[in-house]
């Protein structure tokens, strides 16, 4: 079945610092890829996605590129502010038996930390 | 901006009492779900459904049930709580149109089994 995994965390930062939460997959067809936030005490928030190879998602300063070829989809951002930190989430949808339902099979999660 | 709204922020229970979560969204999308969040497994699907009264399981469906009379209301039921159901639970939505379109959450609902 479909799977996604993600870099161990946590993750500590100082402001200012370059991010990447490293997040690979496995799924047979063409899965869309999707990243999505948790800020403490609340939901999970879309941050960006991709749905086919080679396309880069991007919002807020946070990119991913959807590369099939190491079917991987590894978050960046140039310069982390305190307010970034959080848990982030890699997914995917419509791998090998996926259905228009849109069912998302998620990483464990990364929390990420930024101090001033 | 799509709003999901589970009733509870926190809930406290006890063993083996019946347990309804409650997801309202007001976008009429047609698709609906329940995830269980706990440290280090990420999210995790319990069922969906895809319209009303259509349901489906997911990954981790033992010991829930759900129930969809109304398009706009997903519930999630725990027949006979027990305390290994301790646990975040998050609801979601999104419309039917296309695989490529992202679930919305609510703020999930944190809940003891005591």
């Known amino acids: 079945g479909d799977s996604v995994t993600q870099m161990e965390g946590p993750v500590t930062l100082s402001e200012e610092a370059f991010l990447t939460i490293n997040c690979t997959y496995t799924?047979?067809?063409?899965?869309?890829l999707f990243w999505y936030v948790q800020y403490p005490g609340e939901g999970l928030q879309l941050l960006l996605k991709?749905?086919?190879?080679?396309d880069k998602g991007s919002n807020k300063g946070f990119e991913a590129t959807y590369r099939k070829e190491t079917t991987s989809f590894h978050l960046e951002k140039g310069s982390v502010q305190v307010s970034d930190s959080a848990v982030y989430f890699c997914?995917?949808?419509?791998?090998?038996?996926?259905?228009?339902?849109?069912?998302?099979?998620f990483g464990q999660g990364t929390i990420l930390t930024v101090h001033p | 901006d799509v709003k999901v709204t589970q009733s509870s922020r926190y809930l406290v229970k006890r063993t083996g009492e019946k347990v309804f979560l409650e997801c309202v969204q007001d976008?009429?999308?047609?698709?609906m779900f329940w995830y269980r969040q706990d440290p280090g497994l990420g999210l995790r699907l319990i069922y969906f459904?895809?319209?009303?009264?259509?349901?489906e399981k997911g990954d981790i469906p033992e010991g829930y049930s759900v129930s969809r009379e109304k398009k706009e209301r997903f519930s999630l039921i725990l027949e006979s709580a027990s305390t290994n159901q301790t646990s975040m639970y998050l609801c979601?939505?999104?419309?039917?149109?296309?695989?490529?379109?992202?679930?919305?959450f609510g703020d999930g609902t944190r809940l003891s089994i005591l």
């Open positions: 991709a749905t086919k190879a080679d």
């Open positions: 799924a047979t067809g063409y899965p869309s």
């Open positions: 459904s895809y319209d009303v009264k259509m349901k």
């Open positions: 997914a995917l949808s419509g791998g090998a038996g996926g259905t228009s339902y849109g069912k998302l099979t």
């Open positions: 976008m009429d999308h047609e698709n």
């Open positions: 979601a939505s999104r419309p039917g149109t296309s695989i490529n379109q992202p679930q919305h």
